[in-house]
């Protein structure tokens, strides 16, 4: 069964090379087409247009947009990402220092909005025929009406600003230093047995958590909801019923394990944009993750770094993707027996 | 003093917020160890009756009269949980449908190790060896493996055979089973009746035993009570009411049945449709009165009470010994021996299909689906095939008209070789009839535009008024009033709606019709119309009939021959009356057995319901 779920996600995971190669020629192809010069950007504005010239033949600029695109492809697949212009550092180093900051916000909204999406689809279910079922339907509705941005600006009104209790930018108070161990805030403090920094880290991190979770979670109310109702009118859950069973035993030990499935796999195909909804809400939060470095990257036309979390976005998405795929088979015995 | 029943419905009503009565004035009783069959229609109300002892109803609907005791117990006044926990303990069910009443992601083992904890087995252990104990009772095989499986690892059969063992864990007083085989095959049924029938008697439980098929409950049941519209209309012993019933309702019923044995008569075909429950609130005497053929002016003012006519005996009629005088319409001349043409409208040699089938991982596997099929259908002949589920007949109807390539030999329809014409070719020629009735047709449209509908791609360019007509002609040919053209397929029966099908094949004057179990699922009533109409339109029209179904008797009443199918093969073939009095092969006369209610084995879980486990 082991190998099984390994074959899976490998199989999945086979994607990853063409996947790679599209995102990676449109994005490159993109960047060319802008009328921005990277060359210019990463020289001082005085610098002489001898300068520039000399600048865009070192970098590579005055050859084919193929050709450029071949370099830079066989120096990342030996593990060269190139130097960010912006930061004149590896760009790796560059990218791999803001990893974690995201990593930690997405699995915690993802956690977040499982949780609230999973007892709220149980409580709307539980509801049904009641005047709650229809009051959680349209509050659902109106927060899936919101992007998280919204959402993010909302709760810094709420939270930041109106009732003060939330800190509205960066993952620290400012003078608070840990010593980096794996980069995710939360882990290092805990790890470190520094409860200051991690209540300080919690704080940070809750209203951004909030807003990309919480944006997420009604969708997945409503998925649940309307397949616990499509679950309850099988015929074993009527059996289960003519043998006695209590509404809980009914809920909990028959319906919830077929009907979290859709879940499962709205989970998987959603985490994409979950992901990419970073990148606006850790602009909002000046949060110092990857969605902040792209925007700043983009501004500068930072070529090497933009490519480089470009190439993140998809990585994780896909591993995402699997995972789920890998999930959805150990729910469903027909897959896994037949 | 006679034994305190276990099961006594007194007077029950059960209403819909209206106030119009799905259940009117039931009286049942159930004495230990019995079992009584409640035979019906659909729509009756014979599932309310089990609905409403385990307090299931459906919403909207509620009892309004009468009680239910169970044991000794008034379950009418008795609070919702205290009821609920007499479910499953001390009274059991066996479902319709063995294939979908388990959890599809929850292993055997696990859903009966939660009953079996429900009912009060403590320790894991303890509740294995008695799984264990009990499916071996039931007849299942390697029991100890069963337990880790999952449901679609396992056929109907053996479902029905762990929902069974599960219903009388408990040594329940009381059994309900609402049609517990309707879902399975032929072969397969009346092992299932068999073992309920034994475990009754090992648990000495009473049973009540759901069922729309006449010769089952004839079977099985002690007693039998015939439900039509809501209320029991003869009620009594089970051989008297099958072998000379005094009701006329029970009587046409028993003659809508097509048999195996015996002379072949025309089916009784009843009327009009049983009355909705709104329809019966307006009718003020005898529910039966629009369909009766035996009815009188007594009838339509004064409702016949039921009542005894002889020992045990009682029949809602207000002339019971004219039952009798019903008979079936004879056969015509005509029925029996229509002139075969010369020409073969189709000829299958060696004909074979193999699927290959990707696993979930991409792993091929090769499956035969048919193997080496040599058979013929002559101009009007009808020929009807038959074999369990599984055995090919769909494929073979696949190839026929083209949605599945043929992989090996010839198949030569009305005169073009199937596997190098194009599909268009065939349009006309070859039309399908669908086990749904409802699936094939288009709610959106009325029932003039679809019977009509095969001329839109010919591009007949018929004037509206005159495609208006032909319509009208059409149903003609299937008995339905001409001012039907203008109703939407919502507003028609099931029976009604089968019937605008047939007539929907039959627009393009078709040589060849394949009616794929299109009698299945309909009621005893509904199913003799289509079949005589089919032998009607055989006079008229010249096609040949592709029937398949699953029951014999069905068969032996409209076609001419037959081809057994088995496991991909034909094993049998020839003339209906010969296979059927005198089957060579071993599984027809397995088949035949089954369906002459003779099986009288008791056996395990079969070979054949193994193989089926295998798939
Ligand atoms: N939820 C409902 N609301 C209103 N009427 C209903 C409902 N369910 C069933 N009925 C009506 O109750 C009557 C009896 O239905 P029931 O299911 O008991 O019939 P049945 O004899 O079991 O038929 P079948 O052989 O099709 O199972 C029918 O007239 C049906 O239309
Ligand atoms: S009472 Fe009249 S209508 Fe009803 S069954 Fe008897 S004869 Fe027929
Ligand atoms: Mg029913």
């Known amino acids: 069964m082991i190998k099984a779920v390994i074959r899976v996600i490998g199989r999945r995971l086979m994607a990853i090379v063409p996947v790679f190669a599209i995102v990676t020629i449109l994005v490159f192809g993109a960047l060319r087409i802008l009328p921005v010069d990277p060359a210019q950007m990463s020289l001082p504005p005085s610098a002489t247009i001898q300068q520039v010239e000399e600048k865009r033949e070192q970098m590579g600029l005055n050859k084919p947009i193929w050709e450029q695109y071949a370099i830079w492809f066989k120096r990342a697949v030996a593990g060269d990402l190139g130097e960010s212009a912006q930061y004149r550092m590896p760009t790796s180093s560059v990218v791999f220092e803001r990893l974690p900051a995201t990593i930690e916000l997405v699995i915690c909204s993802l956690i977040l909005a499982v949780f609230v999406g999973t007892v709220g689809g149980i409580l709307l279910f539980s509801a049904r025929g009641t005047p709650f079922e229809s009051v959680g339907m349209t509050l659902t509705s109106a927060v899936m009406a919101l992007p998280d941005f919204l959402l993010a600006l909302l709760f810094i009104l709420l939270f930041g600003v109106l009732l003060p209790i939330f800190p509205v930018n960066g993952r620290l108070d400012p003078g608070l230093q840990v010593p980096a161990q794996t980069g995710f805030l939360l882990l290092d403090s805990l790890l470190t047995g520094d409860i200051g920094i991690f209540a300080s880290a919690l704080r940070h991190i809750a209203l951004p958590v909030m807003a990309l979770g919480l944006a997420f979670s009604p969708t997945i109310v409503r998925v649940l909801h309307s ?14 019923r003519l043998r006695g069973l209590s509404d809980r035993e009914i809920l909990f030990g028959q319906a919830l394990k077929n009907a979290i499935l859709p879940v499962v796999i709205l989970v998987g195909t959603q985490f994409g944009s979950l992901f990419g909804g970073t990148l606006l809400v850790e602009m909002i939060f000046s949060f110092p993750g990857l969605g902040n470095l792209m925007v700043k990257a983009m501004q500068t036309a930072d070529l090497s770094v933009i490519m480089a979390i470009a190439l993140i976005y998809c990585a994780t998405t896909l591993i995402f993707n699997s995972l789920a795929d890998a999930a959805a088979y150990l729910l469903n015995p027909k897959l896994r027996t037949g | 003093m006679t034994e305190r029943n276990i099961l006594h419905i007194r007077d029950l009503d059960i209403s819909l917020g209206t106030g119009d009565k799905i259940l009117n004035g039931v009286d049942l009783a159930i004495a230990p160890g019995k079992i009584l069959g409640v035979i019906g229609e659909s729509g009756a109300g014979k599932s309310m009756i089990g609905s409403a002892i385990a307090d299931t109803l459906p919403v909207g609907l509620a009892i309004s009269r009468g009680s239910i005791e169970f044991d000794g117990l008034t379950l009418t006044d008795m609070t919702a949980k205290t009821r609920r926990d007499l479910l499953g303990r001390d009274i059991g069910f066996i479902p319709q449908e063995p294939m979908t009443a388990l959890n599809p992601t929850l292993t055997i083992g696990q859903q009966v190790g939660r009953h079996l904890a429900r009912i009060g087995i403590g320790s894991a252990r303890k509740r294995e060896q008695r799984a264990i104990e009990l499916f071996t009772e039931v ?14 690892q396992l056929s109907g059969g053996m479902l029905q055979r762990v929902l069974i063992a599960m219903a009388f864990a408990s040594n329940p007083r009381l059994v309900i089973a609402d049609e517990p085989t309707t879902a399975l095959d032929v072969t397969v049924q009346l092992k299932v009746i068999d073992l309920i029938a034994k475990m009754r008697e090992a648990h000495n439980t009473s049973v009540l035993f759901i069922t729309h098929d006449l010769q089952l409950a004839a079977e099985v049941c002690d007693d039998v009570a015939v439900l039509y519209a809501g209320q029991i209309v003869e009620r009594g012993e089970a051989r008297s009411i099958i072998n000379e019933p005094r009701h006329p309702y029970s009587r046409c019923l028993n003659l809508a049945t097509p048999n195996l044995a015996g002379p072949k008569t025309r089916l009784m075909i009843l009327p009009k449709a049983m009355p909705s429950p709104l329809e019966r609130t307006a009718m003020a005497g005898c529910k039966f009165t629009p369909r009766c053929p035996i009815a009188g002016d007594l009838c339509i003012g004064t409702p016949p009470p039921l009542s005894e006519i002889s020992a045990g005996h009682r029949s809602a009629c207000h002339w019971p010994e004219r039952t009798e005088t019903i008979t079936p319409p004879p056969l015509k001349a005509d029925d029996e021996n229509t002139v075969l043409g010369a020409d073969l409208v189709m000829k299958a040699t060696g004909l074979g ?23 013929e259908v002559r101009e009007r002949e009808f020929v009807g095939i038959v074999g369990e589920s599984g055995s ?14 043929i992989t090996a030999g010839v198949l030569d329809v009305v005169g073009m070789d199937r596997a190098t014409t194009p599909r268009e070719r065939f349009f006309d020629r070859v039309q399908l009839v669908f086990q749904d009735p409802q699936s094939a047709l288009n709610p959106r449209r009325r029932i003039g535009s679809l019977v009509t509908q095969s001329l839109e791609c010919r591009g007949s360019g018929l004037s509206a008024s005159a495609r208006k007509q032909l319509a009208k002609d059409l149903l003609a040919k299937v008995m339905l009033p001409p001012d039907m053209i203008d109703r939407f ?13 047939i007539a929907r094949a039959l627009c393009s004057n078709p040589r060849l019709l394949i009616a794929d179990e299109i009698v299945s699922g309909l009621d005893v009533s509904v199913q003799a119309q289509i079949l005589e109409l089919l032998r009607e339109l055989r006079k008229q029209a010249s096609f040949s009939l592709l029937l398949i179904s699953h029951d014999l008797a069905v068969v032996r009443h409209i076609c001419d021959r037959t081809l057994v199918m088995y496991r991909g093969e034909i094993v049998e073939q020839g003339p209906v009356e010969d296979i059927f009095t005198n089957p060579q092969h071993a599984y027809t006369k397995k088949l035949v057995a089954a369906a002459r209610g003779n099986s009288g084995l008791y056996a395990d879980a079969t070979e054949q319901e193994a193989e089926n486990e295998a798939f």
């Open chain 2, 489 to 501: 397929p919502d507003q028609l029966s099931g029976g009604q709606k089968q019937r605008v099908n």
């Open chain 2, 139 to 152: 007849g299942l095989n390697r029991p100890g493996e069963l337990l880790k499986n999952y449901t679609h």
């Open chain 2, 392 to 405: 090919g007949k769909s494929t073979l109807t696949k190839l026929i008209v083209g949605l599945e390539d």
């Open chain 2, 353 to 375: 299909k193999a699927y290959r089938q990707h696993d979930w991982l991409g792993r091929v596997r090769r499956v035969e689906a048919l193997r080496g099929l040599d058979f």
């Open chain 1, 227 to 240: 397949s616990l109702i499509n679950t309850y009118q099988q015929s074993y859950i009527r059996q289960a």
